[in-house]
T-cell receptor, first 108, second 115 residues
Framework: AQRVTQPEKLLSVFKGAPVELKCNYS??????LFWYVQYSRQRLQLLLRHISRESIKGFTADLNKGETSFHLKKPFAQEEDSAMYYCAPNSGYSTLTFGKGTMLLVSP | KAGVTQTPRYLIKTRGQQVTLSCSPI?????VSWYQQTPGQGLQFLFEYFSETQRNKGNFPGRFSGRQFSNSRSEMNVSTLELGDSALYLC??????????????FGPGTRLTVL
């Protein structure tokens, strides 16, 4: 079975500090990897996906196949980044498995 | 384009009752997936429908069922409600099948409370 671990329930940083939201998954292969985000009072939405190799809102995500991790990073956090972040890797299953999420709180 | 819509937004039921939730996908989207979100378990996949056929089902009891209509609108039904069914039920749509490979567009959710 697919297992996704987001070890931090809450990550609190100050504005301008670097941010790393961790995500580990439990299977091998070449997964498709997503990060979804939910801002306060907004819908869950896609932030970025590994295949596109894009940087969205300053966030990037690096796939480390050896460590089976897909951490989300941003060099300088902004207050508007405060939100709930969900990692959703997929190993080839056609269903989407989400991690339990990390709440990012960026203080001024 | 209008986003995914879900009705009703809030629902209060008692144990033993049944409930039907509705989801209208973005126009042109043929895949609809349902998720249950709870504080303890997070987001869990319920099922996916594409072209009126259930493609995948998550690990939920048979009390949870769904269907999709020819216009891609979908309903999910929960029978014999239990207290543990209290959750936010999210619907997501995408143009093609396979939520694990394609961006999902989520609705606002239906908050179900079972008393």
């Amino acid at each position: 079975a697919q297992r996704v671990t987001q070890p931090e329930k809450l990550l609190s940083v100050f504005k301008g500090a670097p941010v790393e939201l961790k995500c580990n998954y439990s299977y091998s292969g070449s997964p498709e990897l997503f990060w979804y985000v939910q801002y306060s009072r907004q819908r869950l939405q896609l932030l970025l996906r590994h295949i596109s190799r894009e940087s969205i809102k300053g966030f990037t995500a690096d796939l480390n196949k050896g460590e089976t991790s897909f951490h989300l990073k941003k060099p300088f956090a902004q207050e508007e980044d405060s939100a709930m972040y969900y990692c959703a890797p997929n190993s080839g299953y056609s269903t989407l498995t989400f991690g339990k999420g990390t709440m990012l709180l960026v203080s001024p | 384009k209008a986003g995914v819509t879900q009705t009703p937004r809030y629902l209060i039921k008692t144990r033993g009752q049944q409930v039907t939730l509705s989801c209208s996908p973005i126009s042109g989207h043929r895949s609809v997936s349902w998720y249950q979100q709870t504080p303890g378990q997070g987001l869990q996949f319920l099922f996916e429908y594409f072209s009126e056929t259930q493609r995948n089902k998550g690990n939920f009891p048979g009390r949870f069922s769904g269907r999709q209509f020819s216009n891609s609108r979908s309903e999910m039904n929960v029978s014999t409600l239990e207290l543990g069914d209290s959750a936010l039920y999210l619907c997501a749509s995408s143009p093609i099948a396979g939520p694990a490979y394609n961006e999902q567009f989520f609705g606002p959710g239906t908050r179900l409370t079972v008393l």
